[in-house]
């Protein structure tokens, strides 16, 4: 491994971190639906799946879970109908449009933590696009013969982009979220993040992997 090498990989996983997806609109929905922790939890969670993610792949699991079809597709279609859930959830919460004002206080329960860490952990391991990133990204920067502790660097460093990136947006969100907690742009919102998680459940259905 070399320098440059690195550094080209963190530059191309930083351009792919900051492409909006699924897991920017979990963690976008839930910052606004709960304020910061939540936000922060499920951004820990996203980054959680993708490291598991990239020791899997650089263990060589990955390839054996993208060579087992059954396997594949079980994930790929559990992914498919759990991004469709968040979306409706979403649809339902803009069709209601019952939200609570924010706690200036900061106070959340507890069940938010674990409820934000859920969602952004499910959002990303159920999408078997992440490993096939891993599987098709790595050995193009690192080489086929690399060693573990090799691979695993360049996995952990694109978990940490993604950890780095998505708590700079929770706290950007949290910063305006009075603004955004009015009952009208909450519900613009709500139906904008359930349109796109419907978008990205369709996409992942209907894309060859």
């Given amino acids: 491994m070399s320098w440059s090498s690195y550094g080209t990989f963190l530059a191309f996983a930083a351009v792919l971190v900051l492409i909006p997806g699924p897991d920017f609109a979990v963690v976008t929905r839930n ?7 939540r936000g922060r939890w499920s951004a820990a969670g996203v980054a959680s799946s993708n490291a598991l ?3 899997a792949a650089a263990a060589g699991l990955g390839t054996l879970i993208v060579r087992s079809q059954p396997l594949f597709e079980t994930i790929r279609w559990a992914g498919v109908a759990y991004l469709a859930y968040l979306g409706v959830q979403a649809w339902r919460s803009a069709w ?8 200036a206080g900061g106070t ?5 933590a674990v409820t934000g860490f859920r969602q952004g ?10 490993l ?3 599987l098709a990204v790595l050995p193009q920067f690192v080489g086929g ?14 978990a940490a982009l993604s950890l780095t990136y998505l708590t700079v947006l929770v706290g950007a969100l949290d910063r305006v979220r009075a603004v955004l907690s009015r009952r009208r742009v909450r519900r613009g919102m709500d139906a904008f993040t359930g349109t796109a998680l419907l978008g990205f459940s369709a ?4 894309e060859r992997l």
């Fill in 203 to 206: 996409r992942l259905a209907t």
């Fill in 53 to 55: 993610q990239g020791t």
């Fill in 31 to 37: 910052t606004l639906a709960a304020g910061r922790r």
């Fill in 132 to 134: 096939a990133f891993y």
């Fill in 121 to 130: 952990f499910l959002s990303n391991i159920t999408n078997p696009k992440v």
């Fill in 108 to 112: 959340v329960p507890p069940g938010e």
């Fill in 145 to 158: 013969s690399a060693p573990l502790g090799v691979l695993l660097a360049f996995a952990l460093s694109h």
């Fill in 96 to 103: 209601r449009g019952r939200y609570p004002l924010p706690d």
